[in-house]
């Protein structure tokens, strides 16, 4: 591929990221002052939410460990008779 072409479609890629990455901020700021408290409250809803989930995908995790380390034994002991 011709290098000069390669530069010029780069410069291109890069000016309407550029772009987008502006018109984003300005988006931003106009949405943090208008929705910021709401949406403060979604996500304090959203991490509580969120850590009750985890925490009982932690507690399924043990129980399912526990359960093979439980069916591993048996496996175990009935190989030794």
Known sequence: ??????????????????????QT????KKIESSFG???????DAV???I??????MVTQSDAKKELETKIQKIYSEVNRK
Do not use: N
């Open 25 to 28: 901020e300005r988006l931003k």
């Open 37 to 43: 408290p709401i949406l403060d409250k979604e996500a």
């Open 51 to 56: 850590g009750k989930i985890w925490g009982s």
């Open 1 to 22: 591929m011709d290098p000069v072409q390669q530069s010029i479609a780069a410069w291109h890629k890069a000016f309407f990221t550029a772009l987008h990455q502006s």
């Open 47 to 49: 991490y509580e939410a």
